[in-house]
């Protein structure tokens, strides 16, 4: 018979919940960047990044990274990761770090993810009928409190494709919804829809013209109708024009993949925006070196040759997100 496997608590792995996280970037105003990971290279990337630049940092794992990667062996990476920070760290201060599930999609995988030593966790019902999406982000959350866990929840419907998620056209959110539903889900956390989206073609823009400026008098409005209540924007890659170049210069085809502009990202920092999500950019700055890797030593097999470059450059990617981008640097 197999057996029931043990709930394990997020701080036997050394995780901390957003709380306190959001708490201090909102006084300062900055944002706490959420970086999403697939591989052993990329989450050392992302420790290696915020250890340099002193800043707090959400590790964010989609329903399909987690599956990829097998939860159980998440989890030891995981503990992994934080063993390395303190090992980084020297004695000195370690930096916060949450675990967070990203767009989780029904109670079960939340609950999932909770009792296997996530601080955080994601319901994402936006693409529900609202009295739905109240009912089971309310029931997440009922059980996330009794371990301490925090839960964000959604309403709008971001545009694009990543993963599981997708969505032909945004649905921006309605600030009028907004004070409903933090009150009645009790979530610690909202992301809403203000013009970013999924993937690496977030616009369709053409030669020539600007990326459309973020609906910040949605952000606005919502900050007046929930003041001091934190709030998380997905979809805010901007993803990075040199890397395409790469990419598309090294045998990839990306034309027309464009993103959130940077100014538009630190702008949004600023205000009740105090979690900003980046998957893209990872995957593209990870995929743009091992396709020069290759094309400039074709003969080379060994993964840590084109996985080791590509990992130096992810950390450079994420301190510089850190320290010109989302203002998270030198915050802890």
């Given amino acids: 018979m197999p057996t029931t496997p043990k709930t394990v608590s997020y701080r036997e792995l050394g995780f901390v919940n957003t709380k306190e ?10 944002a706490v960047p959420a970086y999403n990971f697939n591989n052993m290279e990329q989450l050392q990337a992302i420790i290696a990044a915020c250890v340099k630049s002193r800043s707090p940092v959400i590790l ?7 599956d990829y990667a097998n939860p159980t062996l998440l989890r030891w990476m995981a503990r992994g990761a934080m063993e390395m920070m303190k090992e980084m760290t020297d004695g000195t201060a370690p930096i916060p770090v949450a675990l967070h599930l990203d767009h989780g999609d029904s109670y079960e995988l939340c609950k999932a993810c909770i009792d296997n030593g996530f601080s955080s966790v994601m319901y994402d019902g936006s693409h529900l009928p609202y009295e739905e999406n109240v009912k089971i982000t309310k029931q997440v959350v009922d059980y996330a409190r009794q371990f301490d866990v925090t839960v964000e929840g959604e309403l709008g419907v971001l545009a694009g494709i990543e993963e599981h998620v997708s969505s032909e056209k945004s649905h921006y959110t309605n600030p009028e919804d907004v004070e409903d ?6 979530v610690d956390s ?10 690496a073609y977030k616009f369709k823009v ?4 600007s990326v459309p400026p973020l609906r910040f008098d949605i952000l606005e409005e919502t900050e007046k109708r929930i003041p001091g209540f934190p709030i998380v924007l997905h979809g805010a890659s901007s993803v990075l024009q040199d890397y395409i170049n790469y990419i598309n210069k090294y045998g990839g085809k990306m034309e027309g993949a464009v993103g959130v502009p940077a100014e538009q990202l630190r702008k949004a920092a600023k205000s009740a925006v105090c979690k900003i999500n980046i998957d893209s950019d990872g995957r593209l700055v ?9 094309a400039e030593k ?27 981008v989302l203002g998270s640097a030198n915050r802890v």
């Avoid at 964010?60 to 987690?66: E, F, I, L, N």
């Avoid at 053409?206 to 013209?209: I, R, S, T």
């Avoid at 003969?299 to 850190?322: H, I, Q, T, W």
């Fill in 181 to 186: 539903f933090v009150k009645r889900t009790g």
């Fill in 286 to 294: 990870m995929t743009a070196m091992i396709r020069k890797m290759f």
């Fill in 298 to 324: 074709p003969s080379e097999f060994d993964p840590r040759k084109y996985l080791g470059p590509a990992r130096e450059e992810l950390v450079k990617m994420y301190m510089d997100k850190n320290q010109n």
């Fill in 190 to 199: 909202l992301a809403i829809s203000i013009g970013t989206s999924h993937g």
């Fill in 21 to 30: 996280m959001f708490k201090k970037a909102m006084a300062e105003g900055y």
């Fill in 60 to 66: 964010q794992v989609s329903k399909g990274a987690r």
């Fill in 206 to 209: 053409k030669p020539g013209e």
